[in-house]
């Protein structure tokens, strides 16, 4: 199984919900971006690596900020699954729009 987290905006619990689903599935954790997650996750487990040199990896879960970014895109039509968190705010709506759009 391959999962990928991702929206524009910043916020929006990414980062928790990634966490919690790799957890709770025994997934690889993989990120584009430096945060705690990496540090707490089991070690050999999470991976701080820029999408467009990222391979695609069975048994993992994509934290990423940043649909644009070079690399994201690729990964994300290969997952299996593609969640875009949001909350109730109106920029968090439209980048989220903007995120599925991409």
Known sequence: MKIAVINEDGGTGKSAISYALGKELDLYYF??????????????????????????VDNSIYDFAGATKSGVLNIVKNCD???????NDLNSKAKAIKTIKS
Do not use: H, L
């Not at 699954?81 to 909350?87: E, L």
């Open 31 to 56: 990120t584009n971006e430096d945060n705690a997650i990496v540090r707490i996750y089991e070690s050999g487990f999470a991976k701080i690596i820029e999408a467009d040199n990222m391979k695609i």
């Open 81 to 87: 699954i593609a969640i875009v968190p949001c909350i």
